[in-house]
């Protein structure tokens, strides 16, 4: 597998930063062949071009189907010799085109501990139903939201008086140590993955 690596993002793109950061600090050895947002307004877009990386727009609503905007994104990524997706905070679901051309390519971060609270406002849902601990979860995507085999995980706890945005706060400074370091572990290799579990020789 080269190093370059694709990474799909919608908004703030603090998870980017991080993964920018860990190459820059020679923690993470890869490169960011291409940073792609489905939203114009993307701040993270801005991250990227201040660093001088390539960065593409692929707005849905340019796309009659789900699966033409895949398709999109598949050639965008391949014409930039992409050989890992990392998800970091894309808001859509992925589909078939880009699982095909990407199988156990594609990775996500997730602010809870998969499988509890998939899906929008995890951190909301952790507060709601009363869990004393979340964390931070990164993935490899299938077909379902959220679910693909477990990387990496990291535990955060829940404190009585958190907020939703208080707890979103300590769980995200998790988030950024997590998905880089992740991401070297799949580059590394001497994984396999059996049944749902995802597992490295190098433990
Ligand atoms: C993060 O909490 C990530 O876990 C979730 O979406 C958020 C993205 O934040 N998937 P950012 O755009 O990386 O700052």
Redesign the pocket.
């Known amino acids: 597998m080269n190093r370059r690596l694709g990474v799909l ?1 919608s ?6 930063q991080s993964i920018i950061d860990a190459i820059a600090a020679g923690v993470l050895d890869a490169s960011i062949a291409v940073v792609i947002s489905n939203r114009p307004n993307a701040a ?1 877009l801005e991250r990227a071009k201040s660093v001088g990386l390539t960065t593409v727009v692929l707005r849905t609503q340019d796309y009659a189907t789900r699966e033409n905007y895949d398709r999109a994104l598949v050639e965008v990524l391949r014409a930039h010799e992409v050989s890992l997706v990392c998800l ?2 894309f808001m859509r679901l992925v589909g078939a085109p880009l699982l095909e051309a990407f199988p156990q390519r594609i990775l ?4 809870s501990l998969l499988p509890s609270f998939p899906g929008l406002h995890a951190q909301a849902q952790a507060l709601s139903h009363g869990v004393v601990v979340s964390g ?1 979860t990164v993935h490899f995507v299938d077909a379902d939201l959220d679910a693909g085999p477990i990387i990496a995980q990291v535990a955060v706890p829940v404190l009585a008086d958190d907020s939703e945005e208080t707890l ?1 706060a300590r ?2 400074i998790q ?1 950024h140590r997590l998905y880089p370091d992740a991401i070297a572990t799949v580059l590394a290799g001497r994984w396999r993955i059996e049944g749902r579990r995802f597992l490295s020789s190098q433990d």
Do not use: M
């Not at 996500?108 to 602010?111: G, V």
């Open positions: 993002i908004g703030r793109g603090s998870n980017l993270g970091a905070g996500n971060i997730h602010p931070a979103a769980i995200l988030e």
